[in-house]
């Protein structure tokens, strides 16, 4: 592409690459997009509660096989054993410590090849967002939160859950019932999926398209080697963090999609759920707003299980004498 004049390289970039990669990217979703939908307006018809539950296992069900096929067993293998260290310790009060050893086993049994590496890879993020909610589960058990162990269906719909069991985000077992529950369609939860949307695929083609050539293409700026291996290192590394933006987008987009990540205020119902903030991280602040706003559910998540069951956090809150001295 050096010989190419930039007008050429553009022509070439969006026939070549943008247009391709959003087809190809819609192509891959498009199923997990209508199901997530479907799933929003059956549960505004009123159903029994307990096929809300069963139809989101279904739901949850038909989008791993669609994306993992038969290796989908391995993720219903982990849900399946969590639920039973959850029933069987229904009694005591250590039962998210019992299910975080429970998942630690069980993940580093797979990565030491329990599965074969490329299939345990691909699995990966599924696995992780059972494992958290299932640990998430736990301890709101323990401190009360949820006030009994649920039933195998109300458990097996918030893992399964359409709208977070591919790609996420974690959310909590309450957030996962008033999503059954099944809020009414507005324009501002059209507008918050369509916005994600948008978010996501300028973040894929950033990714793709757009970080590789960075440099000199984009920004015109050239120099010696050893400049231009920062530089190389700097496109990389921007590639990586839009890859992470697109999944945290289009998770936004899955879970709004099928009536979940809203927050209410009296009577009024917003849809603001955020999973990354790519400001925050590519101008930070401080080094806690990167990991932060890297992925918010994850650090809500970590914030749940670090919490003792009377409610203080485990983490010793800075005293007086830690705080630096003025200048």
Not at 104 to 117: A, C, P
Request: a positive charge; hydrophobic letters at 45%; aromatic letters at 12%.
């Amino acid at each position: 592409m050096a010989a190419f004049s930039r007008r050429e390289f553009y022509e070439q970039l969006v026939q070549g690459c943008v247009v391709p990669t959003a087809l190809q990217g819609l192509e891959q979703v498009w199923v997990l997009l209508l199901v997530c939908l479907g799933c929003r307006l059956l549960w505004r018809m009123g159903l029994p509660p307990a096929i809300k539950h069963l139809l989101t296992v279904a739901g949850g069900f038909f989008c791993l096989h669609h994306f993992f096929g038969l290796q989908m067993v391995w993720v219903v293998l982990l849900s399946l054993l969590c639920y039973l260290v959850l029933f069987l310790c229904r009694h005591s009060q250590q039962r998210g410590v019992l299910l975080s050893v429970t998942v630690l086993i069980y993940l580093l049994m797979g990565e030491m090849h329990m599965v074969d590496t490329v299939s345990w890879h691909k699995m990966r993020g599924a696995q992780m967002i059972v494992a958290m909610k299932a640990v998430s589960l736990g301890f709101d058990v323990d401190r009360g939160v949820v006030r009994s162990v649920p039933s195998p269906v109300e458990f097996m719909g918030y893992v399964y859950f359409v709208g977070t069991v591919i790609f996420g985000p974690w959310i909590s077992f309450s957030s996962y019932l008033q999503a059954v529950n099944g809020r009414k369609l507005t324009f501002s939860w059209l507008r918050r999926v369509g916005r994600s949307l948008v978010l996501c695929t300028l973040c894929l083609l950033a990714s793709t398209c757009v970080s590789p050539y960075l440099f000199p293409y984009f920004i015109p700026i050239y120099g010696d080697r050893l400049l231009r291996q920062w530089l190389r290192a700097y496109e990389n590394t921007s590639s990586f963090h839009f890859s992470n933006y697109f999944v945290g987008f289009l998770s936004e987009v899955t879970a709004v999609l099928s009536g979940a990540g809203f927050s209410e205020d009296k009577d009024h119902v917003h849809w603001d759920l955020s999973v990354s903030r790519p400001l925050n991280v590519e101008i930070p602040r401080s080094m806690v707003d990167v990991v932060t706003s890297w992925n918010l559910p994850m650090s809500r998540w970590m914030h749940t299980c670090k919490r003792r069951p009377d409610g203080r956090s485990m983490m010793r809150e800075p005293s007086v004498t830690d705080r630096p001295s003025s200048l």
